[in-house]
């Protein structure tokens, strides 16, 4: 008798169903991916305000920080820092002790989701190890911002924990709060501004 393979299906709106332990390309769709992050609370939903902070709103601002600091970059890897967080659409925030406990099997998870997303929209399954570095600096950027604008934590703890960011890299900057409905077309619009940058070049032959 021929043993079952383990599947974990999820359905999403769009009626694609995704088989979390082997992803493909073609089971994913731009528009689940923004619904879904926009539904999802940072720091546990443990954030001030009227409206959770959603990952998609930090996936929007760690692209807005990587763009500031890398602005004659390939558009490409705008793209990539606006879906540096992607996979959790399916698999959720877990804050950092969690998935420290949780193992390597969650981050494997993480990958799988992430390489197929990344094939998905043009991206190479592995990013650039300097690009790569460059977004998780922002990322730790958004989220001292998060921690001492929203989170509860005071400017020294968020020092500590995250990196003082110095008087220039925020300038501007703020935490925004808003309806998932908004947060969710703010995401696509940015995906869609940066879609036409990565056509305009190859267009351009670059």
């Given at each position: 008798m021929a043993v079952k393979s383990k599947r974990a299906w999820q359905r999403m709106l769009s009626g694609r169903r995704l088989d979390l332990l082997d992803p493909t390309p073609v089971d994913i769709e731009i528009e689940d991916i923004a619904h879904g992050l926009a539904f999802v609370a940072r720091w546990n939903g443990q954030t001030m305000g009227d409206w959770a902070y959603s990952v998609a709103e930090h996936s929007i601002l760690v692209e807005e920080i990587f763009s500031r600091r890398q602005?004659?970059?390939?558009?490409?890897?705008?793209?990539?820092?606006?879906?540096?967080?992607?996979p959790e659409y399916v698999i959720g925030d877990m804050i950092s002790p969690?998935?420290?406990?949780?193992?390597?099997?969650?981050?494997?998870?993480?990958e799988r989701i992430a390489a197929a997303i990344h094939q998905r929209f043009g991206l190479p399954a592995r990013i650039p190890a300097p690009i790569k570095r460059?977004?998780?600096?922002?990322?730790?950027?958004?989220?001292?911002?998060?921690?001492?604008?929203?989170?509860?934590?005071?400017?020294?703890?968020?020092?500590?924990?995250?990196?003082?960011?110095?008087?220039?890299?925020?300038?501007?900057?703020?935490?925004?709060?808003?309806?998932?409905?908004?947060?969710?077309?703010?995401?696509?619009?940015?995906?869609a501004r940066i879609l036409s940058l990565i056509d305009a070049d190859r267009r351009s032959g670059k």
């Open positions: 602005p004659d970059c390939d558009p490409r890897w705008r793209l990539a820092a606006l879906l540096h967080d992607a969690v998935k420290a406990a949780l193992g390597v099997e969650y981050g494997q998870m993480d460059a977004i998780k600096s922002a990322d730790r950027l958004s989220a001292w911002l998060e921690a001492v604008q929203i989170a509860g934590f005071s400017r020294t703890e968020a020092d500590r924990l995250f990196s003082s960011p110095g008087p220039d890299a925020l300038r501007d900057l703020s935490i925004r709060l808003r309806p998932p409905r908004e947060t969710r077309q703010a995401y696509l619009d940015r995906f």
